[in-house]
């Protein structure tokens, strides 16, 4: 009787699930012995965890010989050996793999398996992550052959367009300059030596005298190229070969473009990606921005721009990728003489008529002495300032001027400046009307202060003073927020609800997966449901994972 009294005590101790769960499945060791039991058992209607299959495992039914699932998921079995072992009567659950004994069990057996630290696993990763070392190996190719390439990109012998160097016999290629030794004095006089012969074979009147009047054909004939060239053109590729600084301009302009000719003169659709492989040491630097730039071939000098945290950002890659930055705001051009502008306006006065464009850059230059090519100029700050008038008639601008429209706009300009200065009077004397009463408010505050026997200027310090301790105290104040005691037991409430919801929503899922397998008995049916419904916190044969 002690002993049934002091159980009966301790039941009315633990929480109401763990009572409905001994309740339902009591277990072994609070109930009478095995014979007592197997004779009341009839009687009663109810099982022992001995007789009836844990509701913790998958069991297989005796007479369908059906596989069942767990009646309790690993997410509640965890929860209500948990809860028991907060009450200390979990030696009374059934056995469970998410059991404390069992947990040891395996924690010495297999040790603390974390994936990507035992002997042959490794993390996954992300595909860039798992990509990482075979573009830094080819990167560091690259950058290997990088001299090479560039020994390479140097010895290539370029074909001029415009005009051919190797039609005119100026064309010297550089692998045989390298390995002839022919350098220095050798490579003038060989540029001479070819310059002369040029001159010699395309030449007007040297091709006349060289011709033969016994024979039909000229030895010039034989020798005339296809596409003949002038003394000109000979002379300018000369003076480009000749001079190391013309050359590398140059040899850089023929780098940029693409080969538009093939082997026998065949053209060809070239496709150029407008990219040029330069070192940070080639590029100018300036001091002030503290960046990199390089003048552009739209005439920005500092087209291309590479500022420091580019290179911070690129410095893993070991090489950057520049483009051609924004058009800048060109600085405003110098605006035109007022005195030609004179002129021009009064001419538009006497003309007493509308004028097109073309018509302006004929008259224009004889009346202001000026340019042309400048007009257009002259007009656009005529026309910014209001003194002429512009107007869009078919597909050209006309321009006119009339004395009335002047001065009409000068009225107008000089009533708007009268009515501005009316405003102007009238607020200040609105401006000094405020600050003779608050002078003589202040006045009034100072006496009030100087009978208190406090001063002004001390006030204002200690309001400032008071100000920056009020501050502090509330920075200090929200460090202490997370420590709230309301604050931390708001958020104990909030997650203690949150887990209820999880815990009703959980009952709820197992009911409909109960009804729904009562009214089909088909468990592969109502399992793949389940896993549709739930993804991955629903594992087939086990239930719902752990919270």
């Known amino acids: 009787m002690a002993s049934t009294a002091k159980h009966i005590q301790l039941a009315q101790a633990l929480p109401p699930r763990l009572t409905r769960f001994f309740a339902r499945y009591p277990p072994a060791a609070i109930l009478p012995s095995q014979g007592q039991s197997s004779s009341q058992a009839p009687a009663t209607g109810e099982l022992t965890q001995e007789a009836a299959p844990s509701p913790f495992k998958a069991h297989k039914h005796p007479a369908t010989g059906k596989w069942h699932d767990p009646v309790f998921s690993l997410r509640r079995q965890a929860d209500l050996v948990k809860l028991a072992q907060r009450h200390g009567v979990e030696d009374l659950m059934p056995f469970s793999v998410k059991s404390s004994a069992e947990r040891l069990r395996?924690?010495?057996?297999?040790?603390l398996r974390v994936k990507g630290t035992g002997v042959g696993e490794r993390v996954k990763g992300k595909e860039s992550e798992r990509q990482m070392k075979g573009r830094l190996e080819k990167r560091r190719q690259a950058m290997l052959e990088m001299p090479q390439l560039i020994q390479t990109w140097k010895e290539v012998s370029y074909t001029v367009f415009d005009t051919n160097l190797e039609d005119v016999g100026l064309t010297i290629n550089r692998e045989d300059m390298a390995a002839d030794g022919r350098s220095g004095r050798n490579r003038l006089r060989l540029l001479k030596a070819a310059y002369?012969?040029?001159?010699?074979?395309?030449h007007p009147d040297k091709v006349q005298q060289v011709?033969?009047?016994g024979n039909g054909s000229t030895k010039a004939a034989n020798k005339q190229p296809s596409s003949a060239y002038t003394v000109d053109q000979i002379t300018k590729a000369y003076s480009?070969?000749?001079?190391?600084?013309?050359?590398?301009?140059y040899d850089r302009e023929l780098a940029l473009q693409s080969q538009q000719t093939g082997e026998f003169g065949q053209q060809k659709n070239g496709f150029r990606t407008g990219v040029e492989i330069v070192d940070l040491d080639d590029l100018d630097f300036d001091e002030k921005e503290s960046l990199w730039?390089?003048?552009?071939?739209?005439?920005?000098d500092r087209g291309f721009l590479i500022r420091e945290e580019d290179l911070e950002e690129a410095a893993d890659d070991g090489e950057l990728a520049a483009f051609q930055e924004p058009p800048r705001k060109m600085a405003p051009k110098s605006a035109p003489p007022a005195a030609k502008q004179a002129l021009i306006l009064?001419?538009?006065h006497k003309s007493l008529s509308a004028h097109s464009l073309k018509d302006l850059e004929k008259?224009?230059?004889a009346v202001a002495s000026i340019s042309g090519m400048v007009v257009k100029d002259y007009l656009q700050a005529l026309s910014d300032e209001g003194l002429i008038k512009v107007e869009k008639i078919g597909s050209g601008n006309w321009y006119w001027a009339f004395v009335s429209d002047a001065k009409q706009s000068k009225e107008k300009v000089l009533h708007d400046l009268q009515g501005e200065e009316a405003k102007l009077k009238t607020s200040i004397v609105d401006i000094k009307k405020h600050i003779?009463?608050?002078?003589a408010l202040r006045d009034e505050d100072d006496e009030m202060l100087e009978d208190n026997g406090m001063d002004r200027q001390a006030l204002l310090e200690a309001h400032e003073r008071l100000l920056k301790e009020t501050a502090s105290l509330d920075k200090e104040l929200a460090a202490y927020s997370g420590n709230d005691p309301t604050e931390v037991l708001r958020k104990e409430n909030e997650i203690q609800s949150l887990k209820n919801d999880a815990e009703k929503f959980t009952e709820n899922l197992e009911c409909i997966r109960s009804y729904i397998l009562d009214l089909t008995n088909d468990r592969e049916q109502v399992a793949l449901v389940m896993q549709s419904t739930c993804g991955d916190e629903y594992i087939p044969g086990e239930g719902l994972m752990e919270l």
């Open 106 to 111: 395996r924690r010495e057996e297999n040790g």
């Open 196 to 202: 002369r012969k040029s001159l010699l074979q395309h």
């Open 211 to 213: 011709s033969s009047p």
């Open 240 to 249: 480009i070969i000749s001079t190391p600084k013309l050359r590398e301009e």
């Open 293 to 300: 730039f390089r003048s552009c071939r739209c005439g920005d």
């Open 346 to 348: 009064d001419w538009f």
């Open 363 to 365: 008259a224009l230059p």
């Open 436 to 439: 003779i009463e608050e002078t």
